[in-house]
């Protein structure tokens, strides 16, 4: 039951923040949800070490780099 009054609350905050809209209470209520919901992972689930990427500043870690160059049958350097 906590975690419905969470999801009221957060979902009234989005409904302040975009303007109070009228007739989008139930795209509220699942965004909220879904925010509660990431915020229950376990912290002992949650790896708060950076994952290193690569400096092509797509995002890719160093080792999906390697894998999709090796995939088209190149080589790289991680």
Known sequence: ??????????????????????????????????????EGDSPATQDDA???TAPDGAGSTPAEVAAAVNAIGGSHKA
Not at 2 to 8: A, G, I, S, T, Y
């Open 1 to 38: 039951m906590q975690d419905e009054e969470r999801v009221r609350r957060r979902a009234h905050e989005i409904w302040e923040q975009e303007g109070r809209p009228e007739g989008r209470a139930g795209e509220h209520w699942a965004q909220a949800s879904r925010e509660i919901e990431a």
């Open 50 to 52: 950076p994952t290193p």
